[in-house]
C-alpha cells in the first residue's frame, strides 16, 4: 500500500488510466490529490481528529469518459465520513463507509473545513494568493472565488430551485478570477451565511425532500453527501497549495476556528419573520449589542466582515436581512447587484440597460427589476422588531444597545432613533438623518460621518445640527474632505483606507462611551 506522503509532494502512487486524450499535466495531478493531503494533513498537522474520508483507497472519478485517476492509500485512523457518498457523477469519492447523516453533524464537519480552510488562506499574503505552486494551476484566489460560487448557488433556497440554475455562476471566470483580496473575502462572507443561514432552518426530517440539480432530482441527503464532498475537495486544494507556497513559513493549523460562526435566528416582523445574522463575543453574557443597518445592496459580505469586528470589540452585533422575504434578492449574486444597482436610479434605466454590452444586460435587468420593485414600506418595522428582540434576549444587556447604518441603512437607523426607539445610541454614515423636526422627539446620542463629496446627503446637516443644538440633545459629525458616497465599504472603489479608520475608531470610542463595553477593542 505505501507509506504516505508528504502534503505538497506528488506520489509515484499516482496514475492516469485512459487514451492520450486524457493526459493529465502535472498541476492538474497535483491538485486532484489534495482530498487525500488534507486528511494526512489534518492527522500530522492540526491534531484536528478525522476528516471526511474513511482510511480506504479512494478514486476519483473526474467525469470524463474513459478517464480515471486514482490514488494509494493514504491511511490514517480516522472515524467514518459524516458526509457519505452514495451516489456516482462529478468528483464522487468512492468506497466509503457509511454513517448516518443529520444536520447537526454536516454542520459539524462543514465548521471544522471552514477552521481549516480560513486558517490556511490567513496565512497567505495578496500576491501569494494570486499564484497557484504549480506551473498552469488554478491560483488560490480561483479556487476560493469558486469555492464561494459553488456554496451560494449550492445552499441558497436549496429545497425550493434548481441550484443548477444560476446566471450568474460562471465556472470558468471563477477559476480565473483575479479578484482583490477585498471582494474575496466579502464573496466568503456571502457564501457562508448562505450555508449557515440554511442549515439553521434545516431540520433532520427534512433530509429526504427532493432538491433539483438541473435534471437530476435528489434528496437533500444525497445532495449535502455531494456538497460537502466538493467543499472538502476544494479546502484540500488550497491547504495543499498554501503549504507548497509557504514552505517552511508554513503554521500548523489550529483545533479552532479563526472567527466564531454566525448564528440564524428568525424574528418576527410586522409582515412575517425575518432572518437575522448574529456574532457573538468571547467570553460570558450579556453583552451590549449594536444592530447593524444594511446598505441598499443587501446583507453583503461587508456588513458581515464588519459583524465580526464589532464581534472582536465585546459586542453582540446583529444584522436583520431586510430582504430575506425576497426571493428576487436572494437569487442575485453580490457583484450582479454592485454592479448593476446604480442603474435603477437613472432617469431612464432600460436606456441604461440597453447601452451595456449584450452580455449584460440579463443581468443588469434582473438587478433594476428587483431595486424597482422592493417593499420599502416593510422595512422599519423589521428593524425596529429587530431591536425589540434583542432588548428580550437573556445574552444582551437590553439597556446598551446601539444601531449603526450605512447609506439606505443609515436612514433606518435615523427613523429608528427619531421614533423614540430605546437606543442607547445611534451612528449614521453616509445616510439620510433624521427630519429637523423629529429631533425633539429622539432619546439617544446621534453620530453622523459623511462623505465630503455627496450632496444628496449632506444638504440636510445645517439643518439637524441647528435642531440638537435647540433641544440640547447630542449630537457630532464629521464630513470627511475628499471622500464620496461608500467610502467605507473595501469591496467598493470609492474605498478610502484613511477615512474608514477614523471612521471606525470613532464609532468604537461612541459606543464605548454609551454602550458601555467592556473592552471596546481596536479590532481590524
Not at 504516505?4 to 496514475?15: E, F, H, R, V, Y
Not at 443529520?102 to 494570486?130: D, K, M, N, P, Y
Not at 457583484?335 to 446604480?342: I, L, R
Not at 446601539?402 to 423614540?420: D, E, R
Amino acid at each position: 500500500m505505501g507509506n504516505p506522503q508528504t502534503p505538497g509532494q506528488l506520489s509515484d502512487q499516482w496514475k492516469v488510466t485512459g487514451g492520450p486524450a486524457c493526459r493529465r499535466s502535472h498541476a492538474q495531478i497535483a491538485e486532484d490529490r489534495a482530498e487525500g493531503e488534507i486528511r494526512l494533513l489534518l492527522r500530522q498537522q492540526s491534531g484536528l481528529a478525522g476528516c471526511c474520508l474513511d482510511d480506504a483507497s479512494a478514486r476519483l472519478d473526474m467525469g470524463n469518459p474513459g478517464h480515471e485517476l486514482e490514488w494509494g492509500s493514504l491511511r490514517a485512523d480516522i472515524r467514518p465520513t459524516i458526509w457519505p457518498c452514495r451516489l456516482g457523477g462529478h468528483r464522487h469519492f468512492s468506497h466509503f463507509q457509511e454513517a448516518t447523516m443529520s444536520i447537526v453533524a454536516f454542520r459539524h464537519e462543514f465548521e471544522r473545513h471552514v477552521a481549516i480552510l480560513e486558517q490556511a488562506i490567513a496565512q497567505l499574503t495578496a500576491e501569494q494568493l494570486l499564484r497557484s505552486p504549480y506551473a498552469g494551476g488554478t491560483t488560490i484566489t480561483g479556487l476560493l472565488t469558486h469555492i464561494s460560487s459553488f456554496l451560494t448557488a449550492r445552499f441558497t433556497d436549496i429545497l425550493t430551485v434548481d441550484t443548477n440554475d444560476r446566471p450568474w455562476r460562471n465556472h470558468q471566470a471563477d477559476l480565473a478570477s483575479t479578484k482583490p483580496l477585498a471582494v474575496l473575502q466579502s464573496e466568503w462572507n456571502v457564501a457562508l451565511a448562505a450555508v449557515r443561514g440554511t442549515l439553521a432552518g434545516l431540520r433532520d426530517s427534512d433530509l429526504n425532500a427532493p432538491i433539483r440539480l438541473g435534471d437530476q432530482r435528489i434528496t437533500l441527503e444525497e445532495g449535502l453527501s455531494r456538497f460537502g464532498t466538493h467543499f472538502s475537495y476544494h479546502t484540500g486544494q488550497i491547504v495543499v497549495s498554501a503549504r507548497t507556497l509557504l514552505g517552511t513559513a508554513w503554521k500548523p493549523l489550529q483545533n479552532k476556528p479563526l472567527r466564531q460562526p454566525f448564528e440564524f435566528r428568525l424574528v418576527n416582523g410586522p409582515q412575517g419573520p425575518i432572518t437575522t445574522a448574529i456574532a457573538t463575543p468571547a467570553g460570558s453574557g450579556p453583552h451590549p449589542a449594536v444592530i447593524i443597518g444594511q446598505e441598499g445592496l443587501g446583507v453583503t459580505g461587508h456588513l458581515l466582515g464588519l459583524a465580526h469586528r464589532f464581534a472582536a470589540a465585546g459586542y453582540l452585533a446583529i444584522i436583520p436581512d431586510l430582504y430575506s422575504r425576497d426571493p428576487s434578492r436572494r437569487n442575485l449574486h453580490e457583484s450582479e447587484v454592485a454592479a448593476f444597482n446604480p442603474l435603477a436610479r437613472q432617469a431612464d434605466p432600460a436606456a441604461a440597460i440597453a447601452a451595456l454590452p449584450a452580455d449584460k444586460q440579463p443581468a443588469a435587468l434582473r438587478v433594476v427589476s428587483w431595486f424597482t420593485s422592493r417593499d420599502t414600506g416593510t422595512y422599519q418595522g423589521d428593524v425596529a422588531a429587530t431591536l425589540a428582540w434583542a432588548r428580550s434576549q437573556p445574552q444582551v444587556r437590553s439597556q446598551h444597545i446601539g444601531a449603526i447604518g450605512f447609506s439606505f441603512g443609515g436612514g433606518l437607523v435615523s427613523q429608528l432613533a427619531a421614533a423614540g426607539a430605546p437606543l442607547a445610541a445611534a451612528v449614521v454614515v453616509y445616510g439620510q438623518l433624521p427630519a429637523a423636526e423629529q429631533v425633539a422627539g429622539m432619546r439617544s446620542p446621534l453620530l453622523g460621518h459623511f462623505a465630503g463629496d455627496d450632496p444628496a446627503i449632506n444638504g440636510a446637516i445645517p439643518a439637524v445640527a441647528a435642531a440638537f443644538t435647540a433641544s440640547k440633545r447630542e449630537f457630532a459629525q464629521v464630513t470627511h474632505a475628499g471622500t464620496k458616497h461608500g467610502f467605507f465599504n473595501e469591496t467598493r472603489r470609492v474605498y478610502d483606507a484613511v477615512a474608514s479608520d477614523k471612521v471606525w475608531q470613532s464609532v468604537l470610542g461612541f459606543f464605548g462611551r454609551h454602550l458601555h463595553a467592556v473592552a471596546a477593542r481596536a479590532a481590524g
